[in-house]
């Protein structure tokens, strides 16, 4: 079994999770976008949902997203894609991620990772969350083999059109009731910039 072979019900029999949904984040304030990204935005939002691949909405939409967030956060941030974050096969846990963010600012290695980041199959948001929340229990245990204490890990779920954001703190996910679309993409960059946040005032 893999991240991508998890069920809600695997979720709570394998992993011994609780499962809930409530409205997280709206309250959290957006964040500007800048000038560049809008730019990139104009043109490759239409090219990405045209297209209409995974590909290409990661490359096109997602990616500049994320390195938006990173120069936000003066490169404080690590980013990762495509990489393989195997953590207890017997468990499942294990497979390739789509993007993890991790709050080291080391590139060259893979530490602390804080937001996982799924791209959802056959643009089916909701059949992406329980791989996103298999990837989030991975990222835990890590950081506790790796001695770094995180209270929360978060997740993120996304067709590049529309994003839908989750955390897990020890045993408990919590599911945002809300579905975000990236022509509010400054309220996307505020939640993920408020995740991203958090995490550093804890440490």
Same mark, same amino acid.
């Given at each position: 079994?893999?991240?991508?072979?998890?069920?809600?019900?695997?979720?709570?029999?394998?992993?011994?999770?609780? @499962?809930?949904?409530?409205?997280?984040?709206?309250?959290?304030?957006?964040?500007?976008? *800048?000038?560049?990204?809008?730019?990139?935005?104009?043109?490759?939002?239409?090219?990405?949902?045209?297209?209409?691949?995974?590909?290409?909405?990661?490359?096109? @939409?997602?990616?500049?997203?994320?390195?938006?967030?990173?120069?936000?956060?003066?490169?404080?941030?690590?980013?990762? *894609?495509? @990489?393989?974050?195997?953590?207890?096969?017997?468990?499942?846990?294990?497979?390739?991620?789509?993007?993890?963010?991790?709050?080291?600012?080391?590139?060259?290695?893979?530490?602390?990772?804080?937001?996982?980041?799924?791209?959802?199959?056959?643009?089916?948001?909701?059949?992406?969350?329980?791989?996103? @929340?298999?990837?989030?229990?991975?990222?835990?245990?890590?950081?506790?083999?790796?001695?770094?204490?995180?209270?929360?890990?978060?997740?993120?779920?996304?067709?590049? *059109?529309?994003?839908?954001?989750?955390?897990?703190?020890?045993?408990?996910?919590?599911?945002?009731?809300?579905?975000?679309?990236?022509?509010?993409?400054?309220?996307?960059?505020?939640?993920?910039?408020?995740?991203?946040? *958090?995490?550093?005032?804890?440490?």
């Amino acid at each position: 079994m893999a991240y991508s072979d998890f069920t809600f019900e695997k979720l709570e029999s394998v992993l011994q999770l609780t @499962i809930a949904e409530a409205d997280l984040y709206s309250s959290v304030q957006p964040l500007e976008v *800048s000038q560049v990204l809008a730019e990139v935005f104009k043109e490759n939002i239409p090219l990405g949902l045209a297209i209409n691949t995974e590909k290409a909405r990661s490359e096109l @939409i997602i990616a500049p997203l994320l390195v938006e967030l990173r120069k936000i956060l003066n490169h404080k941030i690590s980013l990762f *894609s495509g @990489i393989e974050f195997n953590v207890d096969a017997q468990k499942g846990l294990n497979g390739t991620c789509d993007f993890l963010v991790s709050v080291s600012p080391t590139q060259i290695l893979f530490t602390a990772p804080v937001i996982q980041i799924v791209e959802a199959k056959n643009e089916n948001i909701k059949g992406g969350i329980p791989q996103c @929340i298999a990837e989030m229990c991975a990222a835990q245990i890590f950081n506790q083999q790796k001695k770094f204490l995180l209270p929360t890990i978060y997740g993120v779920v996304t067709i590049g *059109s529309s994003w839908r954001f989750m955390e897990l703190k020890r045993n408990k996910v919590t599911i945002d009731s809300m579905e975000y679309f990236i022509d509010n993409a400054a309220k996307i960059l505020g939640i993920l910039h408020y995740m991203v946040k *958090s995490t550093l005032n804890s440490l």
